[in-house]
């Protein structure tokens, strides 16, 4: 049976979250000492070879955007934590730092030194204002204790808005306006936070540094799937017998994550449909099951890891309402500045409902699929791009019309 | 409370009562005591008052905003606060935001229209949110949304005349491990049935 293997939740159920010294007996903030005593350039090298990727969805190389934002010109750059998860079904962040808060500010502050920065903000989103004061607690801790030498963290605390997870919006609403996302290029290592260099990572982006400064980028390398290496976290949900999260090697295939860690569909019923990623994911059927859950593994066969929530529908589940109320989530959330998004999520939704309701045609498939393909091009940011991949997922792998079974 | 003409058109008003509780009393003052939010969209047609607080005067909206004053990008940070105090961002705060930040008017509606969780409407004090997203909403979210309405004897986007309560939907509070999910005042309480609604109700 698979195990799992725990970097960013090793010290899950080991510590206490709110005592400092818990985390430096479990050898915590050595790894940002040993960054410091590493010339800068080395450091950015050594995370790069780790061949670490962007856990948040996006799956950037964390190495290649430090040197980026190294190489920038700026007289202040900044290190920002994006805490926005806010993909339906995923919560991996929110455990990570109610567990574990130092080894994500510890993975901003070897970001920080990395690139010369030495103001952080991390952004968490305003749904886990219980979180937001852990992780204040944190940061008051870390400057008693003086760990962090020159860098200063900040929490921002968010409002409601799904679009702040894609990383201009995150920056605009920290600098106080509406979440909308920015034109790219540039982007933020050459221009993000008041136009300064900026690091965008993720909260477990950031909780796997320390570990790889720890241990040695070969080390990390050699964990998982070779173009996507480490652990990922995992949330599962829907009709799962074990609703949990998990932390486990990239190479792991999904059948293993829902039937090995997840026990299997729940009430003895069949699979259906499982989802990956939040609702920007794809809709996967049985025959899929073998893909690992690694970032190319998935977009190879149409789907994506995204965010690393693990959606189970069994066989009762009639896809129709499933999709509709994905459409709608889009719907809501778009931020309104591009019209394809803001139309596009719209009528996706419309048509939705009436597939939903029993009175859909082939044609309503037919506009579905149109909208959907021009949207996945012409939306301004991630949002809108992918708002359309459960629709389109729905209709490639299942009779949409009927609301279930494989076409 | 004054009913006032559905066509008047949004206007900002230069010689309002200073108070707004006083406004909201009278029926004369802020856009949002005559049922309207800041983008003179109608607002949700049960009026309420609230009662969360004492910050009636402008005087004290600048002592609120004053710990984000000079701090970038504070506005939505002093929402927060704002919203805590007074539990929905009055015309009287957005204006002084935008005076103490220093951007324009409309820049501080936008900030307080944009984000769900800041609301430019009276509701009640104790706010509950459903979490609608996919996976509560497969595990039943439906009948919870059913129960709370017929529990508070109101619909969803309303407010309980007494002022204690507020019903909003949401997306996604990241609690799935326990769907369906209902958040108070942010604080999740997670397996929630038809049953065990009013368990959750009686701790406020």
Redesign the interface.
Known sequence: MPQELRIVLRNVDKIDALKIDDYIDANGYKPLEKARSMPQADLIQEIRQSGLRGRGGAGFNTGQKLAFTYSAAGDQKYIVCNAD???????KD?VIMQSDPHAVIEGMAICGYAVGATKGYIYC??????VAEILNAAIAQAKEKDVLGEFDVEV???????VCGEETALIE???????EPRCKPPYPPVSGL?GKPTVVANVETLANLPQIVDRGSGWFAAIGAAGYPGTKVL?L???VVN???IEVPTNTTIKEVIYEFGGGIAGGRKFQAV?IGG?SGGIIPESLLGTQIAFDAMAAVGATLGSG?V?V?DET?DLR??VC??AK?FE??S?GKCIPCREGTMRMFDLCEKVGQGKGTAADLALLQEIGETMAVACFCGLGQAAPTPVLTAIKHFDLLAGKGCA | MKDFQEEEPFRLQADKPKNWFQALLQGAGGLLARGRDAFGKRAGHQQTETNHGEVNQMSNYEGLFSEFKGLPGGIIQSYHTIQKEVGYLTEEAILAAAKVFNVPAKNAYEVASFYSYFSTKPRGKNIIRICESAPCHVAGANEVIAALEQALGIKVGDSTSDGKFALELTECVGQCQDTPVITVNGQPFGNITADSVSEVLAQF
């Open positions: 998860e806010g993909e339906p079904g995923t919560y929110r989103r305003g749904e886990y204002p219980y921002c605390l968010g409002a409601g808005a799904f609403s920290i600098e106080g306006k509406r979440g008041w949330t949900t829907g009709d609703r949990k999260y989802q609702n929530a959606f529908m589940r309402d499933v109320r994905m989530f809501h959330e931020c």
